[in-house]
C-alpha cells in the first residue's frame, strides 16, 4: 500500500471530494467561509468522566497541511472512478481545477494552542477561506486533532492521579497501527515523562524507556538456566541502568530475592541498580512487600516500577490500598508512593472506556455580498446545535487566579474591556449569570493566528514549553473541576450578543 495515497491528500472521507465538485458546479467553489472544530462533551469512562480536556496535534495538522497537495498521482486516482453507470465521478473541469489549486495554501487557522486546557462548545480551531479546501479539510484536521486531545486528557487524569510521579508511556504495542506516534506524542504532552517508543522519543528530544520482558528471563530457564542468570546477564551489561522484571516466575519467593542478589553485586562493584518491575498481581500488596524486602537488603533509594493495564482510576486505587495498609504496618506510605514509577499502556494508548472524543467541524459562516453571514447546524437538540457565526473565545480568572468561564462570543465583539459579562448557557437558555468587573483578574484571549493564507505565523513550542503551559492551566483550575470521579462543571458561556444571535436564527422569542 502506497503510503503517499493513503497519507496524503486523499487522506479524506469521499464525501468531502463529492461535495467539493458540487461547489465548483455550481459556482461556490471560491466562496469564503468559516468553519469551526470544538467537542461537545468531555471523555466519558462510564465508572468515571473528565472535567477538562487538553489540546494537542496543531502542530502535526498544520505540518501535514504545509507538505499536503493534489500532485497527478492522486488526481489520476479521481479520474479513474466511475459510478455504477460507467460514468466519470470526477470531471474533468473538477479535476483541472483541483490541479491549479492543489494544496491548502488558500486556508487561514486561528487555533488555541498546544497543552492548554479546552472545553466543550469553545471553539478549538477556525478554518477560513474558500469552501473546497476548507471541506476537504475536515476529515484529516478531525482524525488528526480528535485523537490527541482524547490521549492528552487520559494522561493528564492519569499524571494527575499519580500524585506527579514519574509516568512511562509503554502502549505502542497495543496502538491502532501508526496511531502508536500520535498518542504517544499526545501522551507526552498530556503526562507522560517518557516514552518505550524509540523513534518518537528522539523525534521529541528524549532517551526511550524501557526495561525487559518476561521472555528474557523465559529463554533462559528453556535453556537451562536460572532466573538469576537471567538477571545477572542484564546487569553485566546495563548495570547503571539496571531495573529488574521480577514476576516471571514468582514476585516474592524467586524473582525478588534474586533481584537483591544482582543488586548487592552491583553495589559491589561500585553501580547503583535503578529498581524492580513488577507486571502482575495485587500490584500494593506486591508493592508494600518488595519495598520491606528492598529497605531491609539496604535498597530503600530503589524504585518500584508498576505497569499491567493501569490508567487513573487503578493507580488511585493502589495509592489509597497503600496508605491504607501501610499504616496497618507501621510502615511510612508516603516513602512507598514517592518511590514508585507507573508503566502505563493499553488503556492510555486507546483511552479505554471512552475510545473517540465527539469532536466535530462546522460551518458557522459564509463571507456573501461585501459580508460575513452566520450560519448554523439545527439538530434535536441543542447540545446538537452549533453556535453560528464568527466567534471569538477568552477565559476569565478570578482574584484567586482560577479559571471561572469561557466565553465565546462575536468576533466583532471587545470581549477584553467589558465592564461586565453576561453569560448565557450555551444549551439550556434558562440559565444567566453576571459577572462584574471587580470580580475579574484578567480576560485571556485563547485563539491565536496560526496560519493566514498558508503561511505558518507560528514558531511551534518545544515539548518542553507545551508541558509547561499545559501544567500552568491546570493549576489555574479549581480542584472540584479536576476531580477524577464527578468532577464539578466548569462553566462555558455565550456573550448576550451570541446568544441574541442564536435565538433568533432558531426561530425563538
Not at 116 to 127: A, E, K, L, Q
Not at 139 to 150: G, R, S, V
Not at 210 to 227: D, I, M, R, W
Request: charged residues 25%.
Amino acid at each position: 500500500m502506497s503510503s503517499s495515497l493513503s497519507e496524503g491528500i486523499l487522506f479524506t472521507d469521499q464525501y468531502e471530494l463529492t461535495m467539493a465538485q458540487l461547489y465548483f458546479k455550481v459556482g461556490l467553489h471560491e466562496k469564503k467561509v468559516q468553519f469551526e472544530h470544538y467537542f461537545r462533551e468531555y471523555p466519558d469512562y462510564g465508572a468515571h468522566q473528565a472535567g477538562f480536556c487538553i489540546n494537542a496535534g496543531l502542530e502535526w495538522l498544520c505540518r501535514w497541511m504545509s507538505k499536503t497537495a493534489f500532485s497527478s498521482r492522486e488526481l489520476d486516482c479521481l479520474q479513474s472512478q466511475v459510478d455504477r453507470c460507467g460514468n466519470p465521478v470526477f470531471h474533468a473541469d473538477f479535476i483541472e481545477y483541483l490541479k491549479s489549486h492543489a494544496g491548502f495554501e488558500s486556508l487561514s487557522l486561528r487555533g488555541i494552542p498546544e497543552g492548554r486546557v479546552i472545553h466543550p462548545i469553545v471553539p478549538i480551531n477556525i478554518v477560513e477561506g474558500p469552501v473546497v479546501m476548507a471541506q476537504i479539510l475536515e476529515t484529516a484536521l478531525l482524525n488528526k486533532l480528535n485523537y490527541q486531545i482524547l490521549i492528552a486528557t487520559k494522561a493528564a487524569r492519569i499524571k494527575m492521579a499519580a500524585q506527579n510521579r514519574p509516568v512511562l508511556e509503554f502502549g505502542m504495542r497495543r496502538a491502532h497501527d501508526l496511531g502508536a506516534n500520535a498518542g504517544g506524542r499526545a501522551a507526552l504532552i498530556g503526562g507522560a515523562d517518557f516514552s518505550s517508543n524509540v523513534g518518537l522519543s528522539y523525534e521529541q528530544g528524549l532517551d526511550p524507556k524501557g526495561t525487559h520482558a518476561h521472555s528474557l528471563v523465559q529463554l533462559f530457564l528453556s535453556l537451562g538456566y536460572s532466573e538469576l542468570d537471567a538477571f545477572r546477564a542484564f546487569a553485566d551489561l546495563y548495570p547503571d541502568n539496571c531495573i529488574l522484571l521480577v514476576d516471571t516466575v514468582n514476585t516474592l519467593e524467586s524473582g525478588l530475592p534474586n533481584a537483591i542478589k544482582v543488586f548487592e553485586e552491583l553495589k559491589r562493584k561500585g553501580h547503583e541498580p535503578l529498581g524492580v518491575r513488577i507486571d502482575s498481581g495485587d500490584l500494593a500488596f506486591l508493592c508494600l512487600e518488595t519495598a520491606k524486602q528492598l529497605d531491609r537488603a539496604g535498597f530503600e533509594n530503589a524504585a518500584i516500577v508498576l505497569s499491567n493495564d493501569l490508567d487513573e482510576l487503578t493507580i488511585w486505587q493502589i495509592i489509597t490500598q497503600i496508605g491504607q495498609e501501610s499504616r496497618r504496618n507501621g510502615m511510612d506510605a508516603d516513602k512507598i508512593v514517592g518511590r514508585l514509577i507507573y508503566g502505563v499502556g493499553t488503556r492510555l494508548i486507546t483511552s479505554a472506556g471512552a475510545p473517540a472524543l465527539g469532536g466535530v467541524y462546522k460551518l458557522t459562516a459564509t463571507f456573501d455580498h461585501g459580508k460575513w453571514k452566520p450560519s448554523i447546524k439545527v439538530s434535536e437538540t441543542l447540545q446538537k446545535t452549533a453556535n453560528p457565526g464568527r466567534k471569538q473565545a477568552v477565559r476569565l480568572y478570578d482574584q484567586r487566579g482560577k479559571a471561572i468561564v469561557d466565553i465565546v462570543g462575536g468576533y466583532d465583539e471587545n470581549l477584553e474591556q467589558l465592564e461586565e459579562f453576561n453569560c448565557y448557557h450555551p444549551t439550556d437558555f434558562s440559565k444567566k449569570r453576571t459577572l462584574h468587573k471587580e470580580q475579574i483578574i484578567q480576560s485571556e484571549p485563547l485563539l491565536v493566528d496560526v496560519i493566514k493564507e498558508g503561511r505558518c505565523l507560528v514558531e511551534f513550542p518545544s515539548l518542553t514549553e507545551i508541558r509547561q503551559q499545559r501544567q500552568q492551566d491546570i493549576d489555574k483550575l479549581d480542584e472540584g473541576v479536576k476531580r477524577l470521579i464527578n468532577p464539578h462543571i466548569y462553566h462555558v458561556s455565550l456573550t448576550e450578543k451570541l446568544y441574541i444571535l442564536k435565538k433568533k436564527m432558531l426561530g425563538m422569542n
